[in-house]
């Protein structure tokens, strides 16, 4: 919100409410007390008969009898106020937006509209926003499942501190009662949000947003992608002009950190042929290994019978046998992948490499994430899965229960 806008909210809530204390103001407003008495001082500058008193009964008030002025706004106050409203969705920024036009003599400039609903929602996501502002301003607890990018669906139970949008798309910032620390929700991934019955009074301060808080930040991965030419429209829509770099036979180049994860393997098959996965070579690879799985799954009918594949499509049925069969192998000891020769190891204080952990799980003598066991579990068996045709999610996690307590991670 504008300094302008939210100095009218204050003046607008006065006219409505009489007097206010400061900290009742700074708390419909979200800033501080100080920057409240900043902005009483700022109106009464500007002609506002606003003033404070002290004491019980004290607070901030109008005289008696002010009826707001269109003079009190410069011209280029009133187009910043009147855009803050424009882009603000849902009918309440309408009212308040039809009500100053009219106050200021200036119609509506019709140049903006912000519509939250993706195609084909109607008007469900506009509810959901509307819903999920009420419940940041009113301070009320939500309850909702949210469907992470590591292929859990989870029951959360929140208190939600702000929204933002960022890149593409919306974001709540909230802290997890759970897990007692914040996480970031994808808007689009929240499902069936409602009021918990609780009025929370805890001061919420999120951190600045970054990587969405449910993705472990051991699985961020630095990547080198050449696009070909005929992909420039969707190049320039996803990614920032500073990390793309057209090449000499039209190709785009583009470097960029992504969460390694389940959403990052279908963000690049929706690119199809028009992608190469340049580096890391294990983000090639396993790409490579999916595009085979979904030619195995899609291919017509085999000419010869050493083509035949369709025993292997069917998900198995056979007893799930323990991963503890494979345990003279070298194995990561916080992920459980196989430590190969080439793998790329992770590194001790002294930057040395490690002998137990993978490069992705520990850096520089720390863990490059906190996360329990299930959530390692949640994200790891469906790739585990993907690597295995026949085995099913449910398969892998119940393998990776057996597993993972013998891993020097987890052990008790």
Same mark, same amino acid.
């Given at each position: ?23 009742? $103001? ?15 001082? +700022? ?46 969705? *849902? ?69 939600? +501190? ?5 890149? %593409? *798309? ?16 994808r808007l689009s991934r929240i499902l069936s949000p409602e009021f918990a019955g609780?009025? /929370? ?17 051991? /699985? ?32 785009? $180049? ?9 959403? $990052?393997? *279908? ?22 290994? $999916? ?39 070298? /194995?990561? %000891? ?33 863990? +490059? ?26 398969? +892998? ?16």
């Open positions: 919100m504008s300094v302008v806008a939210r100095q009218f909210q204050m003046v607008y809530l006065l006219l409505e409410k009489g007097r206010m204390t400061a900290g009742e $103001l700074a708390q419909r407003l979200e800033v501080s007390q100080r920057t409240v008495l900043r902005d009483v001082d +700022a109106l009464s500058a500007a002609g506002v008969p606003i003033y404070t008193t002290q004491g019980a009964g004290g607070g901030v008030a109008l005289l008696p009898g002010y009826v707001l002025d269109r003079a009190a706004f410069t011209d280029e106050e009133q187009r910043q106020l009147l855009l803050a409203l424009q882009s603000l969705p *849902g009918q309440e920024g309408a009212q308040a937006l039809t009500k100053l036009s009219a106050l200021f003599r200036r119609g509506q400039e019709d140049w903006l509209q912000v519509d939250l609903s993706r195609w084909g929602a109607g008007d469900a996501d506009n509810a959901q926003f509307r819903l999920l502002k009420r419940a940041v301003l009113e301070r009320q607890t939500l309850r909702f499942d949210y469907a992470s990018s590591y292929g859990a669906t989870r029951s959360r139970r929140v208190l939600p +501190a702000r929204l933002v949008f960022k890149g %593409q *798309g919306w974001y709540l910032q909230a802290f997890d009662l759970e897990r007692e620390d914040y996480r970031t929700f609780e009025v /929370f009074h805890r001061r919420l301060e999120p951190p600045d947003i970054g990587f969405s808080g449910d993705i472990p930040p051991l /699985f961020r991965v630095e990547a080198r992608l050449r696009f070909a030419p005929y992909m420039a429209y969707r190049v320039y829509d996803e990614f920032g002009q500073d990390c793309v770099s057209r090449q000499e036979d039209g190709s785009l $180049l583009v470097e960029a950190v992504f969460p390694e994860d389940q959403w $990052l393997y *279908g963000y690049l098959l929706s690119f199809g042929a028009g992608v190469e996965v340049l580096a890391p070579g294990v983000l090639r690879r396993r790409l490579a290994a $999916l595009g085979w799985e979904i030619y195995r799954a899609h291919a017509p009918e085999h000419d010869t019978p050493c083509q035949g594949w369709g025993a292997t499509m069917e998900p198995s049925t056979k007893e799930v046998s323990a991963m503890e069969n494979y345990k003279d192998m070298h /194995f990561c %000891q916080s992920c459980g992948m196989p430590l190969l020769p080439g793998t790329e190891l992770g590194t001790e204080a002294d930057g040395s490499a490690s002998p137990d952990y993978c490069s992705y799980c520990y850096k520089q003598g720390k863990f +490059a994430g906190e996360m329990s066991m299930e959530e390692m579990i949640d994200f790891c068996a469906p790739m585990m899965a993907q690597s295995n045709p026949g085995m099913t999610q449910d398969q +892998a996690k119940a393998q990776m229960r057996q597993f993972f307590p013998m891993l020097k991670r987890w052990k008790k």
